[in-house]
């Protein structure tokens, strides 16, 4: 059976491409071929890793010889380790002593908008799960939008040039008020490692630069790169292009300088984590489905930023959080916030802008 087709192990998961199969969220609803398993199932029937089993017969060595094949890094030098990992590091910590008019946390409310776009970029065109995508366009985003308006908040959108060809009336809606910023999320929300080539990864990159350019009016300044997930050629593109920003990596969760090769890049890390997206809990193999939890584990994310005096990145999909049960728990999150002293609600231009500085005082 065609796995995309099926659906069982569609390619839109973030954490698929970034190690085990184990955290692979099942795209079990999406094509309607299959049913949900409790949690540790799911996590064992996602893990393809070979694993060697125990016992003394040939089997079981020939297992463990297969095994050990997969893990080419336990014969690595010290140097090579160091080598794997020196093309995107970590470098200088850039929160600053205090956000713009004393604040002590930065908020940065960030939706991509997904809607079709993986889908179509796997090649399924099946007219159910395109339909509950779609959703995102006349329903999800709308519902962002407003809640955005009555709360006056600006907001960062990641968008795949794709979701916004299928749906032209987007990027005019996210643009009205002047508030909020579209920077960039792929093509068609493509899967960057497995394309595995710098010249057509680059081409795709100028794609959604000049399609955002053109509908919004204004030259997109950030990335987030699809699925979370940078191909060995990511970051050299990026520089190139003249990004002042990303927002799809983890070494930290504050800004940070980004490091490539022990140089400093001038680009800014604004960064993500799973615990702070929305489609690990409320997506078709959601652990989690109820929203007053969810918003919950949010809350607390916040607390301990409010706290260290950092910044609170917030992932969502409009075609996720924008369903009834999901936005009134995003609105109570955003008052509970607000209700707090000292609290910069910014796009994420803003924060990079402020943190940028920093980055080029060497």
């Known amino acids: ?150 709360e006056k908040l600006p907001a960062s959108f990641y968008l795949p040039a794709v979701s916004g060809i299928l ?15 579209i920077g960039v999320h792929g093509w068609i929300h493509e899967d960057l490692p497995a394309l595995n080539n ?25 990335n987030r790169a699809p699925s979370w997930a940078f191909s060995n050629f990511t970051m050299s593109i990026l520089r190139k292009a003249n990004f002042k920003y990303d927002s799809s990596l983890m070494a930290m969760d504050e800004p940070y300088e980004l490091m490539s090769n022990g140089q400093a890049t001038g680009i800014v890390e604004l960064p993500v984590d799973w615990i702070q997206d929305d489609e690990l809990y409320f997506g078709p193999t959601g652990t989690m489905p109820s929203a007053e939890l969810v918003f919950q584990t949010f809350r607390e994310e916040f607390d301990r930023a409010y706290q260290e005096g950092t910044m609170f990145m917030l992932t969502m999909h409009p075609h996720i959080i924008g369903h009834r049960s999901r936005i009134g728990h995003l609105e109570k999150l955003i008052t509970y916030m607000k209700s707090k002293p000292g609290v910069w609600f910014a796009t994420g231009e803003q924060i990079a802008e402020f943190v940028m500085p920093a980055a080029r005082a060497r």
């Open 1 to 150: 059976m065609d796995d995309r087709r099926s659906g069982a192990f569609g390619t839109r998961s973030k954490m698929i491409r970034r190690g085990c199969p184990v955290w692979n969220r099942l795209n079990l609803l999406r094509a309607g071929s299959f049913c949900l398993l409790p949690g540790l199932i799911v996590a064992m029937a996602g893990c393809t890793q070979p694993v060697a089993t125990t016992g003394r017969d040939a089997t079981t060595q020939a297992a463990s010889s297969s095994a050990a094949s997969t893990q080419p890094g336990t014969k690595w030098t010290v140097d090579q380790l160091k080598q794997a990992v020196a093309p995107v590091r970590a470098g200088r910590k850039l929160t600053p002593q205090k956000w713009p008019n004393g604040a002590r946390v930065a908020v940065c409310l960030s939706f991509d908008i997904d809607n079709e776009s993986p889908t179509l970029a796997q090649g399924i065109t099946l007219p159910v799960p395109l339909s509950g995508e779609e959703y995102g366009a006349t329903v999800g985003l709308p519902r962002v939008l407003a809640l955005l308006d009555r």
């Open 198 to 222: 710098a010249a057509e990864e680059e081409r795709l990159l100028q794609q959604v630069i000049e399609y955002v350019t053109k509908a919004s009016g204004k030259r997109p300044v950030g």
């Open 167 to 181: 749906a032209p009336d987007m990027v005019p809606q996210i643009m009205k008020s002047g508030r909020h910023e």
